[in-house]
């Protein structure tokens, strides 16, 4: 993983993340990418996160994104959300996820939050695995998203309680 760097998005960002969102997305029956229509933050997203008190992280490899990640605090005291975990799919199986899992793990330990939460598509079996295995646990039922893709999302949880 020497050849990929990761770094704070910046908001100029918005077209590389298109098309690694866009290319994950395709490797999905119905899952469809409209960027205007459900991805508006991509035009400034690390204003996005920043103005909810969390950061997004983009990986690089020879000048195009190729993975990213990001979190925010919640509403839910101690609880960190994850968003936007996405690999390329020429990048995967690198340990690229597992090094954008763990700044955000990072950036929850050292806000004090005792949980990391996040959402992400049913259709999405490897991510689930990835998950699983990363310790979260798949709480309750899948909730629908009422998108053009007729999307659901399970809730995911790890909890980071009485780790020190």
């Known amino acids: 993983m020497t ?3 990761i770094r704070p998005a910046t908001d100029a960002d918005g077209d590389g993340l298109a098309a690694l969102i866009a290319g994950c997305f395709a490797e999905y029956d119905g ?3 409209d960027r205007a229509a459900e991805f508006p933050e991509l035009d400034a997203i690390a204003t ?18 190729v993975g990213s990640v990001a979190c925010a605090p919640t509403e ?8 936007k975990l996405y690999v390329a799919r020429e990048m995967r199986g690198r340990g690229l996820a597992g090094t954008l899992l763990r700044h955000v793990l990072g950036f929850a330990r050292e806000r004090g939050a005792t949980a990391v939460r996040l959402f992400t598509d049913t259709r ?33 949880r790890l909890s980071l309680a009485g780790e020190r």
């Open 3 to 5: 050849d990929i760097r």
């Open 124 to 156: 999405f079996l490897d991510a689930h695995r990835f998950y699983e295995r990363n310790g979260f646990e798949r709480l309750g039922e899948a909730r629908p998203l009422h998108d053009i893709s007729n999307s659901y999302e399970y809730p995911y």
């Open 48 to 65: 996005h996160f920043r103005d909810r008190n969390g950061i997004m992280w983009v990986a690089e490899h020879e000048g195009r994104i």
């Open 76 to 83: 839910e005291a101690g609880t960190v959300e994850l968003f």
């Open 31 to 33: 899952c469809l990418f």
